[in-house]
C-alpha cells in the first residue's frame, strides 16, 4: 500500500522564480495538507485541501498558492520565490479529519539561491 | 491559539536505558495531542495520539504518553531505548474541530551505545 508520495525530492531555484510541488495521497485519503519545515524547526501548516477546496490557511503570504485535483492529488506553488523560502515541504493526507492522525511523505527539500 | 513548547532541544541517553521527552501545551479549548518521530531525510511518522479517555496512551516502538491536564503536559517515556530510536521527536497539537497541527520546535535523541 503505498503511502503519500511527494516529488520532486530536490530541487534548486533561483530567487524570483516559481516553482510547482506535487503530492500523491495515501490510497483512501481524500484530504491534503502542506507544511513548511525550515532547518531546526517543526514543521509550520501552510494550508489544507478537501474536495477540492482550500480548507484551512496557515499564516503564509499569497505567493504560496495550491490546488486539489478529482483524484485527490495536490500541488503546492510557491511564486517570486525568497531566499527564506529554502526549507523541507511536507506533503500530508488524512480520511477527513485530522484526529485519524496524518500520513506524511518524505518531503521536498527546496533550496532558493 | 495553540502553541507546543518542547522543554528539550536534545536528549542524549545510553543504550537499553529509559527516557522521557517533555512537552508542554497551551490552549483555551479542547486539543488533540500527537508524537511524531522524524528519522534523517524522511518524512514524519504517528508515534501516537490522544483524542480523549484514557490518560496513558500507548503507541508504536514501545513508546507511550501521558496526558496531564492540570499541567498541560503531554510527556513521551519508553522505558528502554535502542540505537535505531535515534531521531527527531515533535510533540504536536491540534484544537478539536481544527485542521491543522501546530508543532514544536522538536528534541532531538541521541542514542550511545
Known amino acids: 500500500d503505498a503511502g503519500v508520495t511527494q516529488s520532486p525530492t530536490h530541487l534548486i531555484k533561483t530567487r524570483g522564480q516559481q516553482v510547482t510541488l506535487r503530492c500523491s495521497p495515501k490510497?483512501?485519503?481524500?484530504?491534503v495538507s502542506w507544511y513548511q519545515q525550515a532547518l531546526g524547526q517543526g514543521p509550520q501548516f501552510i494550508f489544507q485541501?478537501?474536495?477540492?477546496?482550500?480548507?484551512q490557511r496557515g499564516n503564509f503570504p499569497d505567493r504560496f498558492s495550491g490546488h486539489q485535483f478529482p483524484n485527490y492529488s495536490s500541488e503546492l506553488n510557491v511564486n517570486a520565490l525568497l531566499l527564506g523560502d529554502s526549507a523541507l515541504y511536507l506533503c500530508?493526507?488524512?480520511?477527513?479529519?485530522?484526529?485519524?492522525?496524518?500520513?506524511f511523505g518524505s518531503g521536498t527539500r527546496l533550496t532558493v539561491v | 491559539a495553540q502553541s507546543v513548547t518542547q522543554l528539550d532541544s536534545q536528549v542524549p541517553v545510553f543504550e537499553e536505558a529509559p527516557v522521557e521527552l517533555r512537552c508542554n501545551y497551551s490552549s483555551s479549548v479542547s486539543v488533540y495531542l500527537f508524537w511524531y518521530v522524524q528519522y534523517p531525510n524522511q518524512g514524519l511518522q504517528l508515534l501516537l495520539k490522544y483524542l480523549s479517555g484514557s490518560t496513558l496512551v500507548k503507541g508504536i516502538n514501545g513508546f507511550e504518553a501521558e496526558f496531564n491536564k492540570s499541567q498541560t503536559s503531554f510527556h513521551l517515556r519508553k522505558p528502554s531505548v535502542h540505537i535505531s530510536d535515534t531521531a527527531e521527536y515533535f510533540c504536536a497539537v491540534s484544537a478539536q474541530g481544527a485542521q491543522k497541527l501546530v508543532f514544536g520546535q522538536g528534541t532531538r535523541l541521541t542514542i550511545n551505545p
Open positions: 490510497s483512501g485519503h481524500d484530504t
Open positions: 485541501y478537501y474536495e477540492e477546496e482550500e480548507r
Open positions: 500530508a493526507s488524512t480520511l477527513g479529519q485530522i484526529l485519524y492522525g496524518y500520513t
